[in-house]
């Protein structure tokens, strides 16, 4: 980043980690859409990238499905996790999660490479219920939140390494979610270059689909 290293505060609302196309916005989803920066500590996003790296490097980067969300990434669904990690992920569970839902076990961890995004998408409701949270490890990236039926409504999440973000109710079925490419990835004014990033994302079970129901999670909402 050129310049002081600073935040440039650009001119549209924001909250820290959170910018929207206007006022209303920014406060509807201010307990929706909900980033934390340094939610893990250097020591702990250490300890998830030493895990899961050996895991991913086995996978290759897929690309250019055409009709597919996710373009140069890798992923996996990982169940088992070292006690550190599980303490991480109970964490997260702690911070997202309300006591009465059950989260989508395993967990999925995604691996973008540099020239990776995500475009616009509603997770599945069929298989995801009304939470989601992730953790961003590597490297910072822009998600972008577009109203479904106002296209003009809309929030960008700063998700910097060690941050977790949280989407629940409307911010998570009103409005597509996406991670932007390198090319369009600005937070503002500020540049945001994506290099290769990491995230673990715990969902929710969709409500009606408790934990007495046959189970049958997709691989990947
Ligand atoms: O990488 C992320 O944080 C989000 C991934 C995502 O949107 C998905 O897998 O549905
Ligand atoms: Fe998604
Ligand atoms: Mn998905």
Do not use: N
Request: aromatic share 8%.
């Amino acid at each position: 980043m050129a310049g002081s290293g600073r935040l440039a505060l650009g001119t549209l609302p924001r909250q820290g980690w959170v910018r929207g196309s206007g006022p209303a916005v920014l406060s509807r989803l201010r307990d929706a859409a909900v980033v934390r920066p340094g939610f893990l500590s250097a020591a702990e996003e250490e300890t998830l990238s030493r895990e899961l790296e050996p895991q991913l490097r086995r996978r290759r980067y897929e690309y250019d499905h055409w009709d597919a969300a996710i373009h140069g990434f890798r992923e996996t669904e990982k169940s088992r996790w070292s006690e550190a990690s599980r303490a991480i992920l109970q964490r997260v569970q702690a911070a997202a999660f309300g006591p009465g839902q059950t989260l989508l076990s395993p967990v999925h961890v995604l691996d973008l490479e540099p020239r990776g995004y995500i475009k616009p998408h509603v997770d599945s409701i069929k298989f995801c219920g009304s939470t989601i949270a992730g953790l961003s490890l590597l490297s910072s990236s822009v998600m972008r939140l577009v109203h479904t039926q106002e296209p003009g409504e809309w929030l960008e999440l700063l998700l910097e390494p060690g941050s977790l973000y949280i989407l629940r109710g409307s911010a998570r079925y009103d409005f597509s979610h996406e991670i932007l490419r390198d090319e369009e990835s600005f937070f503002g004014e500020r540049r945001v270059p994506r290099g290769r990033r990491i995230s673990v994302i715990c969902r929710s079970l969709p409500e009606r689909m408790g934990p007495a129901e046959p189970r049958q999670p997709p691989p990947a909402c």
